[in-house]
């Protein structure tokens, strides 16, 4: 089984996002079962919040499912717990470090970074930008 956890600043927006596109990708290709996919913030200020509106509108528009979220902070003790930590953004990568105090099994989901939608209010383009680096971390995976 692999194990993924998606990771951006406060777990309600992009890692989430991350989490129900990744879970439907891998349901569309009847590998739901060889996967558990999760996602957590390096803040704590949004812990025990569901996933923000916007962004569980912008799901419902390209028809992914999603459930009832509760943001979590990352701990250092969640390192055993995945194999790979896929953050957001360079800000994201840094603190996942340092939480981690391991970079190991750290990557960034594109090359460059996903913008937080919180503060662009644009929930189109970070969509857009998780599903592409989904797709590729599926391949990459293969």
């Not at 981690?100 to 996903?114: A, E």
Request: hydrophobic share 30%; net charge negative.
């Amino acid at each position: 089984m692999i194990r993924i956890c998606f990771v951006c600043l406060g777990n309600i927006c992009r890692s989430p996002m991350a989490e129900f596109i990744m879970k439907e990708k891998l349901r569309e290709k009847n590998l739901e079962e060889n996967f558990l996919i999760r996602s957590k913030g390096t803040s704590e200020e949004e812990e025990g919040n569901d996933l923000y509106y916007p962004a569980k509108k912008v799901l419902e528009e390209h028809k992914i499912p999603y459930s009832l979220h509760q943001a979590s902070k990352l701990k250092r003790e969640d390192l055993d717990n995945f194999d790979y930590f896929i953050g957001m953004d360079d800000s994201n990568i840094k603190r996942m470090k340092d939480i981690l105090k391991d970079d190991s099994k750290i990557r960034k989901l594109l090359p460059y970074d996903i913008k937080d939608p919180w503060y662009t209010r644009d929930f189109e383009t970070a969509y857009q930008d998780i599903t592409k680096g989904i797709n590729n971390l599926l391949e990459n995976l293969k």
